[in-house]
């Protein structure tokens, strides 16, 4: 976030999911653009992936606006998009295109 301009934490590095959300929905107010969140799990190409933990994933899921992974695993709250998948920078522009109109004309 901080690559991309974001205003610091006031507090340090947010420590916890809860900070991380507030620290989130923070930005989110304050932005003039649109925000978008792509948690990619690094070990994804592996040969054996480490993969997100449960407890994360359930409390990424509870944050506002447009989140998703890239990941192997399944059954995740979150849009999901493989690292191997051949088209994959072109489905998440499609998803991240998707999710600019329907934040800016919610049905």
Known sequence: MLNQ???EWQ????DTMQKL????NSLRRQ???????IGYDSTALLATPTGFSDSFLKAFSKFDRAICVVCEQGNIPL???SPSQPDLVAAVVAWIRRSI???RHPL
């Open 31 to 37: 932005s003039e653009i649109p925000l978008i969140f």
């Open 21 to 24: 959300k507030i620290y989130w």
């Open 11 to 14: 507090n340090g590095y947010p």
């Open 101 to 103: 109109l329907e934040n």
């Open 5 to 7: 301009n974001c205003p």
């Open 79 to 81: 849009p999901t998009f």
